[in-house]
Antibody, heavy 122, light 113 residues
Framework: EVQLVESGGGLVQPGGSLRLSCAASGFTFSNYWIHWVRQAPGKGLVWVSRISPDGGSTTYADSAKGRFTVSRDNAKNTLYLQMSSLRAEDTAVYYC???????????????WGQGTLVTVSS | DIVMTQSPDSLAVSLGERATINCKSSQNILYSSNNKNFLGWFQQKSGQPPKLLIYWASTRESGVPDRFSGSGSGTDFTLTISSLQAEDVAVYYCQQYYSTPYTFGQGTKLEIK
């Protein structure tokens, strides 16, 4: 069974940093693009970032560029999102999601974790 | 960025009746080399992560009931629920994965009338 389990969320002050993790199981993690998507309380879905199967290619939304870094450890089947210079508007549930197609970026997102809540507040 | 606009924002339909949600992209998301529309539909129930229903605009994800169908091409797309069930109450999102940043519609809240 494919599973994605996020962790690392919590309360952080504006300007602070946080690292989220996404532990994957039930599939060959190193074959898939993985994405981060966030959802502010009561709001819609916003794509944040993606990373290629080997970790060599990353892409970010403008809101994340220069502040967030996505990485992965295929030996540990784990995805990370390092977030810094956090702002109140980064408050959201952060989901990791698997790209549907093996090896290629051009596909929708077929499995999602349950999400981890990040709250940026003083 | 490609802007995805859904209509309506909310919808109330009687049980057993048809529900239709529209999604319009600001740019063509039909990839000519493979003739596929890079469009997905998601269902999100309260307190849960999104669930993929439809990809390539009209291909039903495994395990999704056949009352859900997707149609459209280019810039205009539709999600149809042929006979609404109580468990279909949710927010529905379209998403383009043609180009980054991948973008979602604002969501359509579906309720029972």
């Amino acid at each position: 069974e494919v599973q994605l389990v996020e962790s690392g969320g919590g309360l952080v002050q504006p300007g602070g940093s946080l690292r989220l993790s996404c532990a994957a199981s039930g599939f060959t993690f190193s074959n898939y693009w993985i994405h981060w998507v966030r959802q502010a309380p009561g709001k819609g879905l916003v794509w944040v970032s993606r990373i290629s199967p080997d970790g060599g290619s990353t892409t970010y939304a403008d809101s994340a560029k220069g502040r967030f870094t996505v990485s992965r450890d295929n030996a540990k089947n784990t995805l990370y999102l390092q977030m810094s210079s956090l702002r109140a508007e980064d408050t959201a549930v952060y989901y990791c999601a698997r790209g549907k197609l093996v090896g290629t970026a051009g596909g929708s997102f077929d499995y999602w974790g349950q999400g981890t809540l990040v709250t940026v507040s003083s | 960025d490609i802007v995805m606009t859904q209509s309506p924002d909310s919808l109330a339909v009687s049980l057993g009746e048809r529900a239709t949600i529209n999604c319009k992209s600001s740019q063509n998301i039909l990839y000519s080399s493979n003739n596929k529309n890079f469009l997905g539909w998601f269902q999100q129930k309260s307190g849960q992560p999104p669930k993929l229903l439809i990809y390539w605009a009209s291909t039903r994800e495994s395990g999704v009931p056949d009352r859900f169908s997707g149609s459209g091409s280019g810039t205009d797309f539709t999600l149809t629920i042929s006979s609404l069930q109580a468990e279909d109450v949710a927010v529905y999102y379209c998403q383009q994965y043609y180009s980054t940043p991948y973008t979602f519609g604002q969501g359509t809240k579906l309720e029972i009338k």
